[in-house]
């Protein structure tokens, strides 16, 4: 756990923040999907849905939360029947693939990272940076030996963040002609250690 005077960064999340983490996660994502994630409300019901507290850090009082896949698990964790409870079978149909194109591999040695989600509030007070060095600690924790976070091409910021705390870029995958329905042309592999 860290602790400063303007947050607290803990594991998981209670019940009653569900609403809030997902709105966070939203916030941080849905621009970068484009058309993938559909209608916000439904978005937000399908995430609060199946949001797995296990594997998140929560920022409280800064109002941030980065979350994890690994071998056991992810904090974005449902399945078809999730989607169709919120989008209907036929909306399913349509938003399954299109997200399982973004989908990532998963090594059995790394926890890959989902990313960073910061309210607009508490952006540029410096939350990334512990964020992030408490991912790395969850690393030990599970018993793996690394951390991987897939960058988007159309995030230098976060890119440079990473890049400052030790991440080496390892390998950019691009989506071809699926770039023009997701906001991002290419996705870059960054492990910690390299």
Partial sequence: MTTRPDFTI??????????TVAAHYWNAFNEKLG?????RSRALGFLSQVLNPEFALNARGAKGVTGFKTG???????????????????????HAPLLSIVERTLTEDTLLMDGICVSAPARGMGLGTPLLNAIKA???AWGLKK????????????????????????????????????????????????
């Fill in 35 to 39: 058309k993938a994630p559909g209608p």
């Fill in 138 to 140: 969850e690393v030990a």
């Fill in 147 to 194: 951390v991987r976070r897939d960058v988007i091409s159309t995030n230098p910021r976060a890119r440079a963040l990473y890049e400052r705390e030790g991440f080496d870029a390892l390998a950019t995958e691009t989506l071809g002609p699926f770039r023009h329905i997701f906001c991002f042309e290419s996705s870059t592999k960054m492990p910690f250690p390299a």
């Fill in 72 to 94: 056991k698990g992810a904090m974005v964790d449902g399945g078809l029947r999730d989607l169709a409870r919120h989008y209907g079978w036929l909306g399913t149909a349509w």
């Fill in 10 to 19: 803990s594991p998981g999340f209670a019940d009653a923040e569900r609403g």
